[in-house]
């Protein structure tokens, strides 16, 4: 009987791969333009660090983490989220030290028991992004401006930035009372979730799907209306930035975070072309998480984004390579003249393919097809006798007659 791979729990396959490649290389390439640096976690932490900086009241927690007693009797966790590990390991190492101000990105697979569906995975991936040391809002657009340049990079027109303001310690409390107040008066209409919630977490029912809990939140109290003097000082000093490096926003003051770090600027990147799954990318400031995980008292801002969902906005493009050549060779000296005549092509740096068992030249000249290969170079007994080959533009449908070595296949493909 077959073994299949267990659900929610998805095999990448060529053709597909290729596609997260190209995200990933976009990625590096354009979060290093902006300073940044890839940091490499493991996938195995200790349960205490999502409970603490995620919050015990969070469905992530609650629900949705794959936690284990190990051998060694200690509790563990695959991590369901990347910043706990960064921020994990940057208190670790001391890199607050070497300097407060760091800029991190990493890349890699998270775990969350969830049902799965389409963008939205048990084993998902995300690629993120974290600067610590810095208060001022003008990295916080930075951060901003870098992801939404990353989308431009991909040729995505959507998804569109909306960004919020959370708060603070000082004033958050304030309008959790007011928004908790607002809900009790409605908790018939609230969803079972967002009832138990209530008293320890009442934000989350501002984004609960439910269509209870949508028309309990009608009216709602607006975080943006019981800010302080600093946070809203703040977020204006966001919009300024925004606005003068011409990076477009819109303001969305019933966006929460689904984790208790997060402070002030939330933001997250949504799309209409992905049904449920909008957000395709999110974050927001975490200026008391460091210390909350026993590191010093240094703020912090960042994000994450899903790259399941990002390959989905690219399913219409194409990403899969085409071999340079394929060697279509008759007779075994000319098989054994292609291979030689392979390796030292590949070893040039040129993809090269070609037919291992001396099939026909039809078959193997659709074989060559099925690579959409660039060139094809034909070897056969009256070829090898002269000492030329034929050498076939695939895309243009021209051929010429070239020496039969190296050099000049590779001057040929040049010309």
Request: charged share 25%.
């Amino acid at each position: 009987m077959a073994i299949n791979g267990i659900k929610g729990f998805n095999d990448i396959l060529p053709g597909e791969v290729e596609k997260w490649q190209h995200i990933e290389a976009t990625a590096r390439r354009v979060f290093e333009l902006y300073g940044f640096a890839e940091i490499r976690v493991p996938v195995l932490e200790k349960t205490e660090l999502f409970s603490r900086s995620i919050g015990d009241a969070t469905d992530i927690v609650e629900k949705e983490m794959y936690s284990f007693v190990d051998k060694g009797e200690n509790r563990v966790t695959m991590r369901p989220e990347g910043t706990a590990s960064v921020m994990r390991a940057f208190i670790e190492h001391k890199l607050h030290a070497v300097d407060p101000i760091a800029k991190l990105y990493y890349m890699g697979p998270m775990f969350r028991y969830e049902r799965p569906q389409k963008g939205r995975y048990r084993q998902f991936h995300q690629i993120g992004a974290e600067v610590t040391g810095v208060n001022d809002p003008k990295v916080d657009a930075q951060v901003l401006t870098m992801l939404c340049h990353f989308f431009a990079e991909l040729g995505l027109t959507e998804p569109s930035l909306q960004i919020n303001s959370l708060g603070c310690p000082a004033c958050r409390p304030v309008y959790r009372r007011a928004l908790t107040d607002f809900l009790r008066a409605r908790i018939d209409k609230l969803c079972d979730d967002c009832k138990r919630r209530l008293e320890t977490n009442p934000l989350r029912a501002l984004d609960c799907k439910s269509a209870g809990c949508k028309e309990a939140t009608v009216g709602a109290p607006s975080v943006l209306d019981h800010l302080c003097g600093e946070c809203e000082a703040h977020f204006d000093a966001l919009r300024t930035h925004l606005e003068g490096v011409g990076t477009s926003y819109t303001i969305n003051p019933r966006m929460v975070r689904g984790l208790d770090y997060y402070t002030r600027t939330t933001f997250e990147l949504v799309t209409t072309l992905l049904g449920a799954q909008s957000a395709v990318a999110a974050g927001g400031r975490y200026d008391g998480l460091i210390a909350d995980l026993g590191g010093p008292s240094l703020p912090g801002i960042g994000f994450a984004m899903g790259v399941e969902r990002v390959a989905l906005l690219l399913a219409d493009r194409e990403f899969s390579k085409r071999p340079d050549l394929f060697v279509a060779a008759l007779g075994e000296p000319a098989q054994k003249l292609a291979f030689g005549l392979m390796c030292a092509m590949q070893r040039r740096g040129i993809a090269v393919e070609m037919d291992y068992e001396g099939k026909s030249l039809k078959s193997q000249m659709r074989r060559s097809d099925k690579f959409r290969s660039r060139f094809t170079l034909i070897v056969g007994e009256d070829e090898l006798a002269r000492g030329i080959a034929v050498l076939k533009n695939m895309d243009a449908g021209t051929q010429s007659e070239i020496p039969l070595d190296a050099d000049a296949v590779a001057r040929g493909m040049l010309a």
